[in-house]
């Protein structure tokens, strides 16, 4: 009888290690698969409506023109990348952006339609200078550099411009196409800066916030008004106060008392 347990137990253990071996086999074909090929980076249903309501100010035009003017120039620069470069990664690089700016540009043209929105069909005079300077690169190292600071300080740019669309536009279409951008901008720095290259000391940097005051807190009007006011705080008197804090006083010491004739 031990013997017949021991030998199911046995049996038990041989299926459970020849199923977890299985599994390992078959796993890193799946992940392969999914390292193989980066998504496009389309952000699920998150509820936003798209049937174009709402005003259209001028600046919703405008990045609605910026995310085309984007795509017109990032998509020739990505297959440079994946031509010109004697690198994998920036190959890589270049093909996964100008695949997605390929998805976002038709995402671009849709909301375009919908509110009547003209678009450009050639790249503006800054974007038609840097992909010259990508083209005339004398070394595929040049134009790794040239390729990849042009690119990365461009999203910089448009980054903060999306996010104050996102937040203040009154057009649901125009909304929902500032949500998809974002995540494509953001998901093209980071994959500018897995390349290692980055010259962070060239990006523009921010100027100073304006000073509101001395000090860590900022003083406003009212700070000051009571600051200077005899009684410490505008519109109260100081002989409330005064009755005020006495009145707690004589409450304090009734209830000690009590609380001492209790026991």
Request: aromatic share 4%; net charge positive; proline share 7%.
């Amino acid at each position: 009888m031990i013997a017949a347990r021991s030998s199911r137990r046995l049996q038990r253990w041989l299926v459970g290690v020849s199923a977890m071996s299985l599994a390992f086999l078959l796993a890193p074909a799946g992940v392969a698969r999914a390292a193989d090929s980066t998504p496009v980076p389309v952000p699920p249903n998150t509820g936003l409506t798209d049937k174009g309501t709402g005003t259209v100010t001028a600046a919703d035009r405008d990045f609605v023109i910026k995310v085309r003017l984007a795509g017109l120039w990032e998509i020739p620069a990505g297959n440079m990348a994946v031509e010109k470069s004697d690198d994998p990664r920036i190959q890589e690089i270049g093909r996964n952006i100008s695949a997605q700016h390929v998805v976002l540009d038709k995402l671009d043209i849709a909301v375009a339609k919908k509110l009547g929105v003209a678009l450009p069909n050639q790249p503006n005079g800054d974007q038609q200078g840097w992909l010259n300077e990508m083209r005339t690169a004398p070394t595929s190292r040049q134009f790794d550099q040239i390729y990849i600071d042009r690119l990365r300080a461009a999203h910089g740019k448009i980054f903060p411009a999306i996010a104050t669309i996102r937040a203040s536009t009154r057009n649901d279409s125009v909304r929902k196409l500032a949500q998809e951008a974002n995540q494509f901008v953001m998901t093209h720095m980071t994959l500018l800066e897995s390349s290692g290259i980055v010259d962070y000391s060239q990006l523009p940097t921010l100027p100073p916030p304006a000073a509101a005051g001395k000090g860590p807190v900022p003083v406003d009007n009212a700070m000051l008004a009571a600051a200077s006011s005899p009684g410490g705080v505008p519109g109260v008197s100081t002989s409330v106060i005064l009755l005020v804090l006495a009145g707690a006083l004589v409450a304090g010491v009734v209830t000690t008392m009590r609380i001492f004739r209790a026991r």
